[in-house]
C-alpha cells in the first residue's frame, strides 16, 4: 500500500524559499503517476500547487508558477516542492498525494504545517 | 480558469436522514470531477471520481452523479461519522491543471 510522508521546516521567513520533500513508500515513483503537492491555508479551501512525472515532467497552478518549482528523485524515491519569496499568505498545511488511474488524488500525505513568519 | 462553486456553504441535517451537496463547474468538466470529505486535522479522503464512481472502501451510501457543469453528492442516511466538510474537484484538463470548490461544512443538526 501506497503510503507519503511530507518533511521539511515548519517555520519560514518572509522573502525566503519554502522546501519541502515528500517520500514514497510502498510504491516506485518511476511506475508512473503525476504525483502532486496540495496546499490548505488555515481554516480556508485546498489548493493544488502542482504535478510532477517520473521523467521530471511539471505541470503548475498558473497562479503560483512563477515561484514554484517542484522536482523528483527517483533513486530516493520522493519528490519535493520549493516555493520562493514567501509571504504570510502562503502559511498552509502542505500535502502530497498521488492519482488514482482516474486522476482523482487518492493517496494522501497526513500533511505538514508551513508557517510564514518573522 | 474552471471555477468550482459549492452549495450551500454549510448544511445542517440530522442523523439519518438524507444530504445533498451540489457543485457547478464554470465550464463543462464531462465527468472529470471528484468529491472529497475532510474531517478537523485529517487529510482529504477520496469518495467519488469520474462524477458517480465510489473508490475503494467507500459506503454504499455515498453515491455521486452529474455530468457536464452541474453535480452532486448524495449521502443516503447520515452516520455520525460523515459529519465534515466535503470537496468537490476537477480535473478535466489533468495533470495540467485541477480545481477544488471551496468546500461544504456539513454539520449536525
Known amino acids: 500500500q501506497v503510503q507519503l510522508q511530507e518533511s521539511g521546516p515548519g517555520l519560514v521567513k518572509p522573502s525566503e524559499t519554502l522546501s519541502l520533500t515528500c517520500a514514497v513508500s510502498?510504491?516506485?515513483?518511476?511506475?508512473?503517476?503525476?504525483w502532486g503537492w496540495i496546499r490548505q491555508p488555515p481554516g480556508k479551501g485546498l489548493e493544488w500547487i502542482g504535478s510532477i512525472y517520473h521523467s521530471g515532467s511539471t505541470y503548475y497552478n498558473p497562479s503560483l508558477k512563477s515561484r514554484v518549482t517542484i522536482s523528483v528523485d527517483t533513486s530516493k524515491n520522493q519528490f519535493s516542492l520549493k516555493l520562493s519569496s514567501v509571504t504570510a499568505a502562503d502559511t498552509a498545511v502542505y500535502y502530497c498525494?498521488?492519482?488514482?488511474?482516474?486522476?482523482?488524488?487518492?493517496?494522501w500525505g497526513q500533511g505538514t504545517l508551513v508557517t510564514v513568519s518573522s | 480558469e474552471i471555477v468550482m462553486t459549492q452549495s450551500p456553504a454549510t448544511l445542517s441535517v440530522s442523523p439519518g436522514e438524507r444530504a445533498t451537496l451540489s457543485c457547478r463547474a464554470s465550464q463543462s468538466v464531462s465527468s472529470n470531477l471528484a468529491w472529497y470529505q475532510q474531517k478537523p486535522g485529517q487529510a482529504p479522503r477520496l469518495l467519488i471520481y469520474g462524477a458517480s464512481t465510489r473508490a475503494t472502501g467507500i459506503p454504499a451510501r455515498f453515491s455521486g452523479s452529474g455530468s457536464g457543469t452541474e453535480f452532486t453528492l448524495t449521502i443516503s442516511s447520515l452516520q455520525s461519522e460523515d459529519f465534515a466538510v466535503y470537496y468537490c474537484q476537477q480535473y478535466n484538463n489533468w495533470p495540467r491543471m485541477y480545481t477544488f470548490g471551496q468546500g461544504t461544512k456539513l454539520e449536525i443538526k
Open positions: 510502498g510504491y516506485s515513483i518511476s511506475s508512473g503517476y503525476y
Open positions: 498525494a498521488r492519482p488514482s488511474l482516474a486522476a482523482a488524488f487518492e493517496n
